[in-house]
Nanobody, 121 residues
């Protein structure tokens, strides 16, 4: 079973940037999709970005142009570069491994514990 560990969260002011990392404990199999999700207090989990084995990406409308998902297969790491952060981006961010590019948690089966991102105005 693969374990995912996120890091890079923190507190920033609006307009700032953060880079999240997600390290997998094993080699990510070919054909695997990976994604970032977030959940704010009293809200449902929502998909932020996903990337497939060929590097194709999918972003939520709310983060397009501000966030960039990428991966480094040599060190089994997924990244999320977040720029121009807004207070509404405040949430617990988790990475996941799954089998589709849709930003739907149902398509992801392995989850990390998450890293908190707080954006102040």
């Amino acid at each position: 079973q693969v374990h995912l560990v996120e890091s890079g969260g923190g507190s920033v002011q609006a307009g700032g940037s953060l880079r999240l990392s997600c390290v997998a404990s094993t080699i990510i199999p070919v054909g695997t999709h990976m994604g970032w999700f977030r959940q704010a207090p009293e809200k449902e989990r929502e998909g932020v970005a996903a990337i497939d084995s060929d590097g194709r990406t999918n972003y939520a409308e709310s983060v397009k142009g501000r966030f960039t998902i990428s991966k480094d297969t040599t060190n089994n790491t997924l990244y999320l570069q977040m720029n121009s952060l807004k207070p509404e981006d405040t949430a617990m961010y988790s990475c996941a491994i799954g089998w589709w590019l849709r930003l739907d948690p149902l398509g992801f089966g392995y989850w990390g514990q998450g890293t908190q991102v707080t954006v102040s105005s």
